[in-house]
């Protein structure tokens, strides 16, 4: 007994070496993304008046910030040892990471369609009446919608998966255990009596369909920019259609990782394997997927001129009062 004890200790050791620098990898995406580039962005925007953005703007970099610290908070306390090389929670912080991870995946669906339909709006009322402040509904309304729809979402699937996953069962080992949440290599989700992971198939099509939706307005936006390209070139405001091919860009990123993701509702016994390094498309590549995208949302819209100029103290060409004047005018309407 002694001996394969001892024989096992150096894969478990290797094992939890490799553990370790894949947590490290993702999270320093999630950090570095969400909790460093982000909120840099967020400040930027509301304390620089050079750099004006909507509040729909504000609100999908804040739910992609949220997002991150979501999905890294088992992480924090670096959970690896020798002895232990899978996520080890207590029961309480894994099924409220469980709830707060579907929650949150809702929610960032919602504020990028919201972003989307919004830049579609302002193509759409600048094609047809010279100005984006014709909106389609009361700007007072509609940004209401915009900013409170997502919470509500999230609220939502974080309160079914708190109901839903707080039943008694036993672990595989027969154990008892207070509810259904179980930890995957980075983060927890709820595993039901059935073996199945249909609290995140549901949070995976409603993802998906509002990427699909997503979509959809990216393709009639790319319309009214083609239909009424002189208008637009005279009256919208400055940027916008760089702005939009930015954001579509970042849309069709989380479309692919989407289409990854599913591999985990589909086949839910893949998300208990650790490690990177066994096979291409499971064991870590797809969460290593996923927390790249709050890095990518930053460097992608980050990147934007204004930004720059101000992060460098570049001297700006004379149109920042320009941009402000609309943005102030016009229910700030400006990215």
């Given amino acids: 007994m002694s001996a394969n004890s001892n024989s096992l200790d150096p894969v478990k050791i290797q094992a939890s070496h490799t553990q370790r620098v894949e947590e490290w990898i ?17 400040a930027t925007s509301l304390f620089s008046k050079s750099t004006p953005r909507h509040t729909i703007f504000l609100n999908f970099c804040l739910s992609w910030s949220l997002s991150s610290i979501i999905f890294s908070l088992l992480l924090y306390r670096e959970r690896s040892t020798p002895e232990e090389v899978s996520l080890t929670p207590g029961p309480n912080i894994c099924i409220i990471q469980a709830a707060l991870v579907n929650g949150i995946q809702a929610m960032t ?3 990028t369609l919201a972003l989307v339909i919004h830049i579609w709006s302002v193509f759409r009322q600048t094609g047809r009446y010279g100005s984006p402040s014709d909106s389609l509904l009361r700007p007072g309304l509609r940004n209401a919608a915009f900013l409170l729809v997502p919470s509500l979402f999230f609220a ?3 309160i079914v998966t708190l109901v839903v996953g707080n039943v008694p069962t036993d672990n595989s080992k027969g154990d008892p255990v207070p509810n259904l949440a179980v930890a995957t290599a980075f983060y927890c989700v709820i595993l039901q009596a059935d073996g199945t992971l249909k609290l995140l198939q549901g949070v995976y099509s409603f993802s998906a369909a509002l990427a699909v939706i997503t979509l959809l307005f990216e393709g009639l936006t790319m319309f009214e920019i083609y239909r009424s390209k002189k208008v637009l070139k005279k009256y919208a405001p400055k940027g916008t259609t760089a702005v939009f091919i930015r954001i579509a860009m970042f849309s069709l990123l989380r479309t692919f990782v989407l289409g990854f993701t599913f591999i985990f509702a589909i086949e ?7 490690g990177l390094t066994n096979t291409f498309v499971f ?18 819209l980050g ?5 720059l100029d101000v992060w460098f103290f570049c001297k700006r060409n004379g149109t920042s009062k320009q941009v402000l004047q609309v943005d102030v005018i016009q ?4 990215y």
């Fill in 109 to 111: 669906s919602c504020t």
């Fill in 303 to 307: 990147t934007q001129k204004d930004f």
């Fill in 331 to 334: 229910e700030k309407l400006q």
């Fill in 26 to 42: 993702f999270l320093i995406l999630q950090v570095t993304g969400g909790q460093i580039l982000l909120p840099i962005i967020i």
């Fill in 283 to 300: 064991n870590g590549f797809i969460d290593v997927l996923q927390a790249s995208l709050p890095l990518a949302a930053a460097l992608i």
């Fill in 268 to 274: 839910p016994q893949r998300v208990f394997q650790p």
């Fill in 156 to 158: 939502s699937f974080a």
